[in-house]
Structure formats: C-alpha cells, structure tokens
C-alpha cells in the first residue's frame, strides 16, 4: 500500500473532514471510493474508444437506420 500527501487549502481540507465525518468515514476512505470510482470511469472511456476505433462507421449507420426506421413500432 502507497502513502499520497495531497496538499490543498486548509478551508477544503477541513470541508472534507466534515464531509467524510458527516458520512461515518474517515478522509482516507472517503479518498479512496472516490479513487475507485475515477478508475471505474476512466476504465469505461478506454474501453469505449478502444471499440469504436475498431468499429465499423458504415455498419453502424445501418444499424442507426434500422432502428430509425423502427421508430413508433411496437
């Protein structure tokens, strides 16, 4: 496991403390789900683009007008 120093302004860093207090967590815990939550985010985009570089832009739109022209059906 890492140590991270963050350095910000006292007037934040004291907003935080009551934000995770106000959650029954503590900093690094509050510090840590928001982490996992970035990671999670980020993960997702690189996997987006990774498949649409590798998609097919002619096939997609195919696809888009199929669906268009299912528009209002049931």
């Known amino acids: 496991m890492s140590t991270l120093t963050i350095r910000m302004p006292d007037d934040k860093t004291e907003r ?3 934000l995770a207090q106000s959650r029954g967590t503590s900093m ?3 510090f840590e789900e928001w982490a996992t939550q970035a990671l ?3 993960d997702v985009e690189r996997r987006f683009r990774l498949l649409a570089a590798q998609g097919d832009v002619q096939e997609a739109l195919r696809v888009l007008d199929r669906l268009d022209g299912q528009n209002g059906k049931a």
Do not use: G
Request: glycine fraction near 0%.
């Open 16 to 18: 935080l403390k009551a």
């Open 28 to 30: 690094n815990k509050l």
């Open 40 to 42: 999670a985010a980020w």
